[in-house]
């Protein structure tokens, strides 16, 4: 080959190698699905720890929390929130649950601070937002809370977290801030909890299995940023893997909420059996990545 051919040819080399790392340098870096493996589970009481859970770091010491139909005060049931989803707990030690109505055009909040006081968030609906309230994860830096909807859906919802980020008042509207844009729709998501700033994990009771090749899968959604109520962010989701399904009976299993626990890094996911069985074999697993 001439020495100008080899020279040209090594140019145009070199640019290559210059381009290529320069895109992967600008790209954001792969995420790998985690393994969950199965190590443990415990009852899960049908009126009480059926339909959410959460740990909870302070005070130290303090009980993993659980909700049910049995864990709604009466006068919020009288009011008709009669329907109470996956809660979680900020790191200061905010719990908080997710109420919802059969009908109107509100969610709910219900929120106990460290010191043991309640109090109560009321949202109203955005455009084209459906009225369930099934879960809420707050985020790692305390400021910024997701919410979920029910039925199959390409986003999740951010709001500024009721009782810690200062913007938020119990005398005031509780405002969706910013939207989680998923590149793969969800089926009937019953809880999500962070396991990391950007990553989320989270219990689907989907019961067709056609978006994701399975029932009642356990989703990975990685977003691109950690969610800071300001601009929306994108969520990359992956179904990591089939929540168990045991019982004794034949039937209709409902997953329902879940837990990271970043002390311990145990993972449960509370599974209702069908039938009778609700009230002797349903369970809350435990898992362990591996």
């Keep these: 080959m001439p020495l100008r051919a080899r020279q040209r040819r090594r140019t145009v080399l070199t640019a290559l190698v210059s381009l290529t790392a320069a895109l992967l340098s600008a790209a954001p ?89 309640w109090s109560e968030y009321v949202h109203t609906l955005s455009s084209g937002e459906a009225l369930n309230n099934s879960w809420v994860a707050v985020s790692p830096g305390g400021q910024w809370m997701l919410a979920g909807e029910y039925g199959t859906m390409s986003r999740l919802l951010v709001f500024p977290t009721p009782g810690v980020n200062p913007s938020t008042s119990p005398s005031a509207n509780l405002p969706q801030a910013a939207t989680v844009r998923l590149d793969h729709a969800v089926r009937d998501v019953q809880g999500c909890d962070f396991a990391g700033p950007t990553r989320l994990l989270c219990s689907s009771d989907d019961p067709a ?28 989701v992956t179904a990591l893997r089939q929540l168990p399904l045991r019982s004794s009976c034949s039937g209709t299993f409902e997953a329902e909420g879940i837990d990271y626990d970043r002390r311990s890094g145990t993972l449960r996911v509370i599974v209702v059996s069908p039938g009778f069985c609700v009230l002797t074999d349903s369970k809350t697993y435990r898992f362990t990545r591996s």
């Excluded at 049931?77 to 809660?87: A, I, K, T």
């Design 29 to 117: 870096p792969a995420s790998a699905a985690d393994t969950w493996t199965e190590v443990g589970s415990d009852r899960a009481d049908p009126l009480t720890e059926s339909q959410g859970l959460t740990s909870v770091e302070v005070p130290a010491g303090a009980a993993n929390r659980y909700t049910g139909i049995g864990t709604i005060p009466a006068g919020l049931n009288g009011r008709g929130w009669n329907h109470v989803g996956d809660p979680d707990a900020s790191y200061d030690g905010h719990y908080i649950e997710p109420y919802q109505r059969d009908s109107g055009t509100t969610k709910m909040f219900r929120v106990q601070s460290p010191s043991g006081s």
């Design 209 to 236: 299995g056609t978006l994701f090749g399975i029932t009642k899968p356990l989703l990975q959604i990685d977003l691109s940023a950690e969610p800071n109520g300001t601009s929306d962010v994108t969520g990359h």
